[in-house]
């Protein structure tokens, strides 16, 4: 995407990214610091968000604040005592970006272990749908939150053998687009979902290990579309899903 940010794109407004600590998450979280926002780092472990802490604290952005959190095991109590330190801490989120997933096998349905299927659910799904429904409130409470979910091409059009990663992205575009509807005009929220595409990432290379990662978009190399979709630019778009190229 051909999108120029303004430096202060971001700034005053607080953003949660889950899944901070690697790949795109990462990238994120440290370009919407570097555009002015008070970042809030959720990811499983501690230890990277830490590093990623570091790196926003050299910029010289807003000092981050760090949420260690699995979400293969987070329930909602967890993450309602989550939204009240939110609340006490910053009074409102300005923006939610879904990350954090979980690949999990490539084997067919009828082989799959049925527990490693709940956890992966649980991550890609249930653990978004939580936080979504329970993180609402503080994003009511800003003038213009963006909410973003983060899909596949698996997501839109289910392949075979991926498992629960493409069954829990296509209910994920769902519970978006349904929130799109049940937000607009009804709220300052808007609601997107980015696609990334083949990205040069630890879960790419997983998921595909003969390929070439050389030949694959960094994650910087999205960072405009997340940026125009995190800032204030995208307030009239709502409902959309929007592929990186």
């Excluded at 909602?76 to 409102?92: D, F, K, M, P, V």
Aim: net charge negative; aromatic share 6%; charged share 15%.
């Amino acid at each position: 995407m051909d999108y120029q940010a303004p430096q202060d794109l971001l700034v005053n407004k607080v953003v949660l990214v889950t899944g901070a600590g690697d790949g795109i998450g990462r990238v994120a979280a440290k370009t919407f610091a570097q555009h002015g926002a008070t970042l809030v780092l959720l990811g499983k472990t501690t230890a990277k968000l830490e590093q990623v802490y570091d790196e926003i604290q050299a910029l010289g952005a807003p000092e981050p604040g760090i949420v260690p959190m699995d979400l293969a095991r987070a329930t909602s109590e967890e993450i309602g005592q989550l939204a009240a330190i939110l609340q006490n801490t910053y009074g409102r989120l300005d923006g939610l970006l879904h990350n954090a997933a979980q690949l999990g096998a490539r084997i067919p349905v009828e082989h799959y272990d049925i527990n490693q299927w709940m956890t992966v659910m649980q991550v890609n799904f249930h653990a978004t749908f939580m936080l979504s429904r329970l993180l609402l409130p503080l994003l009511r409470q800003s003038p213009a939150a963006s909410l973003l979910f983060t899909s596949s091409s698996v997501g839109s059009a289910p392949k075979a053998y991926w498992g629960p990663y493409a069954v829990s992205k296509y209910a994920l575009e769902g519970l978006a687009k349904l929130l799109a509807e049940e937000l607009d005009n009804t709220s300052q929220i808007r609601v997107n979902i980015i696609n990334p595409g083949a990205t040069r990432t630890r879960m790419r290379a997983a998921a595909y290990p003969n390929e070439n990662p050389a030949l694959l978009k960094s994650a910087e190399s999205l960072m405009p579309l997340y940026l125009y979709l995190m800032g204030d630019d995208s307030q009239a778009v709502n409902g959309e899903t929007l592929t990186a190229s």
